[in-house]
């Protein structure tokens, strides 16, 4: 199982960066969580973008859907090559609780929307996904993705203030990637996280390896993963970066 970084930033790209995406792979199957601002074109850099095999949203904020329109019209104009179709309908992950952010997933003959529930077990290729609704001002669901042959875990928190569900969502995951878009002194947030807060789940949850990301802007990064380092001193912990990729 294989992780990459496309995009980290929260809000708004900066730097020749983007917003939220990753990229994550098994056995082949190419599964991409989020399509923030910038991801196609860093997803191109790994992948042809015909080769993703599905993708699935967290929630519809446009740091984290503003690539799906080009990603869609991509596979439009280029899965017809002689006459010979090289792309199948991508299958879009998503809640319906944004009903006409749903309806957009579905473009005829490129992709298709496919409900999830917070309650749901998805399987998709070689994993399998569960969800819990995260506080954030839009419903939003966080992702624990097991790579089922070997149970690895990944766990997205997408968007979200701190709830403490989010220490028996992550246990014992190899990794964390945790929206860390505030430095010590905002905790409780109603609607992303500290590195304190994130530090504090990591060490509860016995996670392996947590990637700060959602990243702010401003600031020094260096003190927000020292912030982290804080409160998860057992923990390996990263900041996220483009093209970061990790194996497990
Ligand atoms: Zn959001």
């Given at each position: 199982m294989k992780v990459t970084i496309l995009g980290y930033w929260g809000g708004y790209p900066i730097n020749n960066e983007g917003t939220s995406s990753y990229l994550i792979e098994s056995e082949g199957f190419h599964l991409l969580v989020d399509a923030g601002s910038a991801s196609l074109i860093?997803?191109?850099?790994?992948?042809?973008?015909?080769?993703?095999?599905?993708?699935?949203?967290?929630?519809?904020?446009?740091?984290?859907?503003?690539?799906?329109?080009?990603?869609?019209?991509?596979?439009?104009?280029?899965?017809?090559?002689?006459?010979?179709?090289?792309?199948?309908?991508l299958p879009i992950h998503a809640h319906t609780e944004n009903p006409e952010g749903f309806k957009a997933l579905t473009m005829d003959l490129v992709s298709e929307g496919v409900a999830y529930k917070e309650e749901d077990k998805v399987a998709i290729g070689p994993f399998e996904i569960t969800f819990m609704r995260t506080l954030h001002p839009v419903p939003c669901f966080a992702m624990r993705i097991e790579e089922i042959k070997t149970g690895k875990v990944v766990v997205y928190t997408a968007d979200s203030g701190f709830l403490p569900e989010f220490i028996p969502f992550s246990q014992n995951a190899d990794?964390?990637?945790?929206?860390?878009?505030?430095?010590?002194?905002?905790?409780?947030?109603?609607?992303?996280?500290?590195?304190?807060?994130?530090?504090?789940?990591?060490?509860?949850?016995?996670?392996?390896?947590?990637?700060?990301t959602h990243l702010p802007q401003t600031g020094d990064l260096e003190l927000l993963k020292a912030q982290a380092i804080n409160h998860a001193p057992d923990v390996d912990i990263v900041l996220a970066k483009k093209d970061l990729t990790i194996e497990l």
């Open positions: 860093a997803l191109e850099n790994h992948l042809d973008p015909l080769e993703l095999d599905a993708l699935i949203l967290s929630h519809y904020h446009h740091d984290h859907i503003a690539d799906v329109g080009v990603l869609q019209f991509m596979r439009q104009l280029k899965r017809k090559n002689n006459g010979e179709d090289r792309a199948p309908l990794v964390l990637l945790a929206d860390t878009n505030f430095f010590e002194g905002m905790e409780n947030h109603r609607v992303h996280m500290t590195a304190v807060e994130v530090g504090r789940i990591a060490t509860k949850a016995g996670v392996k390896k947590l990637v700060l």
